[in-house]
């Protein structure tokens, strides 16, 4: 047997290997070996099996070895991995290197455990006999006769103070056994305990509910790839929608990926998760998957997979990667979420990925959100998709209304301008009379966002980085939000002297202040990156707002999404104009879906919420659209605008953003590199630059950016790989090329 090889050490090309007879068995594509590369092993994982053309047999070298029993990554995956090298214009290395977790890598050991079990009950005369000439051995049988299950091996030999010796004398007896377990470290187990107690019982479907989950199950049944995307307000039950799907899915012996955004939200789902999915099918272990497990966790959650153990996993963007077999249903919860798109190399999509890998294994796919995507909801309109919709919250409660407060009416009534406006503070006096709670948004920690100079104007940057620094009040200090740069703030202007700083634009710390103010006995948190160091200190708060010890929660959109408070009956955006008047051209459909996601979190129980947005723009659509929750007829108006321009969703855009220290070297490279694009691709592709990026300087390295549109994102991918391998680039320009970007800064 001959097998090709991709190394995972970094060079991106198939090595062949001879497989020893004594190995064969456990060689399948997919199977994670050791090989020798020049004088080292390296691990690596076979692609193929069958000869090079060009290289002969006779002086193949051997595998030294097969780290698992089991293919590491399927067929199916490594089929995904090259689609996600051709399209996303990476090296398969670095994919299959994201595929799998480090310490599978590193083919690490499985970790074992010994237990002791009685295998044999022996008579009382016969333990009474043995216990005159070895009472060790009896005492330890003892111990074990009176367990209910198997005991770990060596905390019991250390309890008793008994040797292996002894546990050994009674195996061979034949009374006890020695049995391996793997040891299991389940991420979240204790979840239930953080104020996360979730009904475990199912609700009774609604009408709506029952008509979506009908036309998944008829989609399991018939076991072909379909895409649906599941259209439904905050609060239409969407997850109840999901979970009977996914039991579906078990019971037909297949299994599930469950994606969701943010690692923030996976606590609260997958509690949801563990408790239902334990009363829907006994023995149902959930796979908890994130970038904050521990080694042990990835490891043992990621070996339950591969040996199809465990059959559901959850988890962010990369649990799209889980080896999970004979894959049936893949969810994407929240598919709107820029948080599914990976901002390093491979800079891939998880909700796209998700989609290729079940048109490759035949399985359903579930997109749901209360704001899709317009990429998605082109899928519809173009007949690629389903669409499912659950147009009303589950007991037919009211959406909350949304109240608009004009802020440039607000600025003139007042003589300074002032955080909140006495329509805001009034409905947040009035929910603290009424033990009600409050949540605040505002999408900018810190105090201010610059500091101006009244006299001559200046505005503090940051040294590395083409942007304002921002104040903050609580060690004042100015720091970068970019690169983190810090310094003390000044109490005069650092250019003139002049004594008059003005602090201008909102942070979460200046709004925490004002709410302490204006409510003075309220019990306010401040929720946000600064103050959510600590790892548990975010699911402390929010177990601490729902036990309702906070009134008001002040923080940015990470407590924006997926969270479920039923006592929160006000919400306000403190600054909506923030996400609206950036260099995006999806800035209005952010704002729009920022809107619609934040007004979801008010009134969810039994009294009807309010949402209270203030803007210096009323009248943009984003806002109007919002407030009836009118998402066709945002998507209706936004999509118009982008088939105007010829934007994405019409049109795919590739971002080749160029960086380095000298800003003409850059601008040099680039204008020659893009005639040289112009020149060869010019037909396919439509060219926008090269230009500065809209943040120029990052971490004092200069940014060009180029614009790629076009209708064939492969076919240019192939073809610009081919031009940038051989354009002579200078050493200190970096290049990267982004496939579908969502951050355009
Ligand atoms: P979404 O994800 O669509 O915003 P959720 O799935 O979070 O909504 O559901 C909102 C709430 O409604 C949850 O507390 C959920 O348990 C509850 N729920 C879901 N379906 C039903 C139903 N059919 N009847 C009553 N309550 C339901
Ligand atoms: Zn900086």
Redesign the pocket.
Known sequence: MIVGVHPLAGFDKVLHYRVPAHLEPLVTVGALVRVPILRAFKLGIVGEVGAPRDFPVDRLKAVAQVVYPFPALTGELLELARWMARYYACGLDGIIETMIPAPVRRGAALKQEKLLAVAQRPDAEELNRLERRAPQQVRLYRFLAEQIRPAPKSLVLSRLGVTAAVAQALVKRGWLREEVRRIERVAYADSHAAGELV?AQP????GE?QAAVDALNADLAAGAFTVSLLL?????????VYLRAIDTALKAGGGVVFLVPEVALTPQTVARLRSRLEAIARGHRCVVWHSFLSEGERLDGWLALATGEARVVVGARSAIFAPVQNLKLIVVDEEHEPAYKQDETPRYHGRDVAVMRAKQAGAVVVL?S?TPSLESFTNVEAGKYKLLQ?PRR??ARQLPYIEVVDLRIEAAKQRQFAALSGRLVRAMQDRLERREQTILFLNRRGYSSAMLCKQCGHVEQCRHCSIAMTLHRTDDTLRCHLCGDQRAAPVRCPQCGAPDIRWRGLGTQRVEEAVRRVLPRARVERMDADTMGRKDRFREVLGQFRAGKIDVLVGTQMIGK?L?FPNVTLVGLVDADISMHVPDFRANERTFQLLVQVA?RAG?GDRAGEVIVQTFTPQSEAIQFSRHADYAGFAAAELKMRRDFRYPPFRHLIQHLFRGPNPEKLKFYAEQWARLVEKTLGDRVELRGPAPAPIEKIKDEYRWQLWYFTHGVTKVVAELSRLRAEFAWADDVIQVLDVDPMDLA
Do not use: C, I, P, W
């Open positions: 009904a609700h009774q479907l609604n509910q439904g307000v905050t609060g239409s039950g969407k997850t109840e749901g209360a659950l589950v007991d997926g479920d979801g969810r």
